[in-house]
């Protein structure tokens, strides 16, 4: 079993569709991030979540929202979404010290390839 | 200018082969060092921590050069198996500095 779940693996949707991504990490973590992999960008940071808080929103569009309702689960709620928007969203978890500090290395989930139409 | 940079590739290598990487980073007050590796349709995966002296893991090298602002991977004796896309990753200063992540050098072991 893996150590950061996501599903679902793939999800095609349409523009005026809702739907949600889901995350659920069984490392003991106490942090746990949204990433967006586009085709040659790198990976861009989304959300961080520190003891369920939110401490990052990485000036991410209102259509992308996030909720974390404890520490070993992470939902990417989705809603109007663009066609730019297709790509690989990669939850992951790590442990961070006090003060928040993130010195751990991050785990990653296998990702949801998303696909707008 | 991009905050971590490296060549993207792709590194086009026989078996056998040793094969160097290196990443450059722009904010100086940098602090953690990674390499990440990331198969074709995969998660990124920890390769390993890059310490200021140096360290070693097997056929992997990583160095850090503080003073030019670049990081270095070195594969040697090149497996099939090594073909990936590997990330180099920068965490930015401070305690709750966050990771920045490299485009990727993708790497093609060839038979």
């Known amino acids: 079993e893996t150590g950061v779940t996501q599903t679902p693996r793939h999800l095609v949707m349409g523009m005026t569709n809702k739907k949600s991504l889901k995350c659920e990490q069984h490392?003991?973590?106490?942090?746990m991030y949204w990433y967006k992999q586009s085709a040659k960008k790198p990976l861009e940071l989304m959300f961080v979540?520190?003891?369920?808080?939110?401490?990052e929103n990485n000036s991410v569009p209102s259509r992308f929202s996030p909720e974390c309702p404890n520490s070993s689960h992470l939902f990417l709620h989705l809603h109007t979404l663009q066609p730019e928007d297709s790509a690989l969203y990669l939850c992951?978890?790590?442990?961070?010290?006090?003060?928040?500090?993130?010195?751990?290395?991050?785990?990653f989930g296998n990702g949801t390839r998303l696909t707008v139409t | 200018r991009k905050e971590v940079e490296q060549d993207p590739g792709p590194f086009n290598v026989p078996e056998g082969a040793t094969v160097a990487f290196n990443c450059t980073y722009s904010?100086?007050?940098?602090?953690?060092f990674f390499w990440y590796r990331q198969d074709c349709r995969k998660e990124p995966k920890l390769l390993m921590s890059?310490?200021?002296s140096g360290n070693e893991d097997g056929r992997f090298t990583a160095q850090l050069n503080r003073a030019s602002q670049y990081i270095s991977l070195l594969i040697r004796d090149s497996k099939l198996s090594d073909s990936a896309t590997y990330l180099c990753?920068?965490?930015?200063?401070?305690?709750?500095?966050?990771?920045?992540f490299g485009q990727g050098t993708t790497l093609q072991v060839k038979p």
């Open positions: 992951a978890s790590s442990q961070a010290g006090q003060g928040g500090s993130y010195n751990s290395p991050l785990h």
């Open positions: 490392l003991g973590h106490n942090a």
């Open positions: 979540y520190n003891f369920k808080e939110q401490t």
């Open positions: 904010n100086s007050a940098s602090q953690s």
């Open positions: 890059v310490y200021s």
């Open positions: 990753v920068v965490k930015r200063s401070g305690n709750t500095g966050k990771l920045i």
